[in-house]
């Protein structure tokens, strides 16, 4: 049994786990950095879909994974942050940067709204609740053709390859430390609280709300921010792409490939499901739709709490919430 010294540096982040963890995200960048100078485009374009994939995971898993809020709603924040920034650039003459800054605030408000109406909701209600609302700003995009090129879609300058490379590198860096320094301090005990026992947590005088609350904006943020990256990426921007269900279905796999309520396990997920449907879409096209189910549906059945708890059960890790 661990000792009360113990459980309380795993709450709060023992020192040397900190140090440890932002040693890998330096060593992590460093490499990313480097990588930019080794490959060709073809895998600068795999590797920055990777770090799409790790963003927009370890945001589900900030919430999804942390408070048991199941959403199905990602989309829709990918949306607003795709055609937000298409909005501030077209119309408000933007530069990416600013334009992608503006289109997270919209996020994070759109967040607050419709968090503040469905957080009420729990279950398999809230998550009807977020795919509802995802469709409903889906269907405004369709219909709004004089601001954001409604279902014909609307050109944007984009980025270079470079620098779409580094930013989707960036908010997967981003969304890892948020998820380890709200994991590692009370915030992330009681969001793990609300997963376990949302009742009890409310019987000890603790309102869940105010954690959901921001556990939604949070998310709401990171993937609003991984919404616009995406746009920029694209250079055109089409309804159809960016509110894809399949986008949502990629990055839920990962995360419980990986592990839902780790920090790393989005990463681990991303590194085994990115490399491997491009790989079999290379050299089994016919066939990798099927091949890439099966071996998900294997690798769920061997390890349904993920690869991290696996490897936890197997003590190559340690239990710990740090990872």
């Known amino acids: 049994m661990a000792s009360s010294t113990e459980t309380v540096l795993d709450a ?32 600068i374009k795999v590797l920055y879909s990777l770090y799409m994939f790790v963003a927009l995971a370890a945001a589900w898993n900030y919430l999804s994974g942390y408070t048991g809020y199941p959403t199905f709603g990602p989309m829709m924040f990918i949306g607003i942050g795709a055609y937000g920034t298409v909005f501030f650039s077209i119309h408000m003459n933007f530069p990416w940067y600013a334009a992608l800054a503006g289109a997270a605030i919209v996020g994070v408000v759109a967040a607050a709204i419709t968090g503040f109406i469905l957080l009420r909701l729990n279950g398999i209600y809230f998550a009807i609740g977020t795919l509802l609302f995802a469709e409903a700003v889906h269907e405004a995009i369709l219909i709004e053709d004089n601001l954001l090129g409604g279902s014909g879609g609307v050109n944007l300058s984009g980025t270079s390859l470079t620098v779409t490379y580094l930013l989707f590198a960036a908010l997967a860096l981003v969304s890892i430390v948020v998820t380890y320094e709200t994991a590692t301090r009370t915030f992330g005990l009681r969001m793990l609280a609300i ?24 998310h709401g943020l990171l993937t609003t921010l991984t919404g616009g990256a995406f746009a920029l990426s694209l250079g055109f921007v089409f309804p159809g792409t960016v509110f894809s269900v399949d986008i949502t279905i990629t990055l839920i796999l990962i995360a419980i ?41 294997l690798v769920i059945v061997q390890m349904p709490e993920g690869i991290i708890s696996k490897l936890k059960d197997m003590e190559v890790l340690p239990r710990t919430r740090q990872i």
């Open 257 to 297: 490939l990986g592990g839902i309520g780790t920090v790393w396990g989005p990463v681990l997920g991303a590194l085994v499901l990115i490399p491997m449907q491009e790989l079999l879409w290379l050299e089994f096209p016919n066939l990798n739709l099927i091949l890439l189910g099966l071996f998900l549906v």
């Open 12 to 43: 709060v982040g023992n020192p040397t786990d900190r140090t440890l963890f932002y040693a890998a995200i330096v060593v992590g960048a460093l490499l990313i950095w480097g990588v930019t100078f080794l490959v060709n485009t073809f895998w």
């Open 195 to 218: 997963r376990e026992d949302e009742e009890a947590l409310r019987a000890v005088g603790v309102n869940p709300l105010k954690y959901k609350m921001s556990a939604f904006c949070v």
